[in-house]
């Protein structure tokens, strides 16, 4: 089995970078393959244009950086993505990679006010990295508004099923071994999770910006 490994991060040596290798070494580990896509490095545009607002319309196909990218996805059997917490939600990058990519009539349908989710094959794991502690997400409920504009706010829209949604902890002030090792068990166990099909919450509290630079 296969998986596509989104990162964002424009620091190749951060931990973000560091834990989607890890994701990488435990999927080889387990006996399955991977692709490391960094958004930064390869330099994916994520500005919503014109030409992005004519495939969403159904008036023109997907500009060819975008094909390229459903195609990675439509290769893979999990999609990983692995990301800083920036203001409590996803980089901008990595934003506007799924407002591009998951574009209507290829992620979903979306016509004469009927829906129809179409990514229902696709198996989904979220790997956040944050700044802050577990008690500030809890407090401020920081946990429960990622789960509902990511997890069901994107993801279930179109059908595809979150497996699993890690979020490492203190990523600035704890010693980054213990997540590069949640990391490589995240990947090792990555094909076992999706065949269970089972979810877990928002966070199982892997001790790593809430505003950091992960």
């Not at 989904?124 to 990622?146: E, F, K, Q, W």
């Not at 490492?168 to 990555?190: C, K, M, N, V, W």
Request: aromatic content about 8%; glycine content about 8%; hydrophobic content about 45%.
């Amino acid at each position: 089995m296969h998986a596509l490994i989104v990162v964002s991060h424009p620091e190749p040596r951060s931990l973000t970078h560091g834990v989607a290798a890890q994701v990488a070494e435990g999927v080889s580990l387990s006996g399955h393959s991977s692709e490391i896509a960094d958004l930064a490095a390869e330099a994916f545009d994520p500005r919503f244009t014109a030409a992005d607002l004519a495939v969403h319309r159904r008036k023109a196909p997907p500009p060819a950086d975008v094909a390229a990218e459903q195609a990675r996805i439509d290769r893979a059997d999990a999609l990983v993505l692995v990301y800083p917490v920036y203001w409590w939600s996803m980089p901008g990058l990595l934003k506007g990679w799924i407002d591009r990519v998951f574009s209507n009539g290829w992620a979903f349908d979306f016509s004469d006010n009927s829906l129809v989710k179409k990514l229902r094959h696709v198996r989904v794991h979220l790997v956040a990295i944050a700044g802050s502690d577990a008690r500030t997400y809890a407090r401020h409920g920081y946990l429960d508004a990622m789960k509902t504009q990511i997890d069901h706010g994107i993801f279930d829209y179109c059908g595809a099923r979150v497996v699993t949604s890690e979020l490492l902890f203190d990523s600035e002030t704890q010693d980054p071994a213990s997540h590069l090792a949640a990391a490589r068990a995240i990947g090792r166990d990555l094909f076992d999770a999706s065949r269970r099909g089972e979810g877990t919450d928002a966070a199982r509290t892997r001790d790593a910006p809430g505003a950091g630079t992960g």
